[in-house]
């Protein structure tokens, strides 16, 4: 059964043209073709990304903001700074953040747990950036602006946000009995996050490797 590309109503004449709702031109298919119903707008999912982005960035922040004792903070450093050392001492550093971002980012695709996953990822990683402040004696808020100076960081959040935001659409498009066909464009923006990823460990390797 047909919906509405614009307001998402189901039509319930097979042969219609217009909505009968918001009267934009629906498309004609062939007979006996699937049509393929997308769960939400572009604009309305444009607008659920976007939200999900600043609440990560959000989410971060408090984590950045959170009071860290000397001796956590200084675990936490040496420990990130040990990280660091393997991945400048091998050359497999980029399948290496590549795998592990992946692998968390997959995670948030999952409908339900998948926000609670992402949202605790992004706190901890606020967190590794409060130690550094704390041990740097640097303001929290400017260790994460300089974060976003660099393009990885930009990369790794818009997977995240569209990796959240597409497992709040899976709940919906399954209560809209729509799951399967929002299982084809979730296998598109999974596609998407690859790629975003990749280019991200890449950025960071040579980041890493331009601070050495």
Known sequence: MPYCPKCGLRILEGDARFCPNCGAILPQFKAGER????????????????????????VTLVGALTKIDLLKAREMVDEMNKIENILRGTDVGIQLIFGNNLMYTLGMFVPIVGPGLGFYVLYNTGLVISAFSTIYKINPLSTLLLLFIFPHAWMEYTAYALAISESFWLIYAAIKRRFRDELILMSIIVVICNILLLLGALTEIAVIAASY
């Open 35 to 58: 049509r393929i119903a997308w769960t939400g707008t572009l604009l309305q999912r444009a607008i659920v990304f976007f939200t999900i982005f600043i609440l990560c960035i959000f």
